[in-house]
């Protein structure tokens, strides 16, 4: 079992930036890829970015390139969003995910095994 708790989230102006964390419970937290996913009111959850076991490959959203960023530090069991230029668009609850396939660059909520609890961003006009 993989426990995941994010944090970071919060109200923010357009054009601000804001980073979220997610921290993870396993000691095996390297040996999984990850995954931000965000969902609005009323629509469906939808990937923003992924990022594999070591770090070193990682994919966006159309939405998001450019402008968010996916890290991880395997030492803190830790992965990070670092999200600059935020518009209202990207009002959403932000969860985190691990996947068990570590090379793993998934898109897909059901590819994923474990969830956090969410977060919620807040981008004001």
């Known amino acids: 079992q993989v426990q995941l708790v994010e944090s970071g989230g919060g109200l923010v102006q357009a054009g601000g930036s804001l980073r979220l964390s997610c921290a993870a419970s396993?000691?095996?937290?390297?040996?999984?890829?990850m995954g931000w996913f965000r969902q609005a009111p009323g629509k469906e959850r939808e990937s923003v970015a992924a990022?594999?076991?070591?770090?070193?490959?990682?994919t966006y959203a159309d939405s998001a390139k450019g402008r968010f960023t996916i890290s991880r530090d395997n030492a803190k069991n830790t992965v990070y969003l670092q999200m600059n230029s935020l518009k209202p668009e990207d009002t959403a609850v932000y969860y985190c995910?691990?996947?068990?396939?570590?090379?793993?660059?998934?898109?897909?909520?059901?590819?994923?095994?474990?969830w956090g609890q969410g977060t919620q961003v807040t981008v004001s006009s």
């Open positions: 396993a000691a095996t937290f390297s040996r999984y890829a």
């Open positions: 990022i594999n076991w070591s770090g070193f490959s990682t």
């Open positions: 995910a691990a996947d068990r396939a570590s090379y793993g660059l998934h898109v897909w909520p059901y590819e994923y095994d474990y």
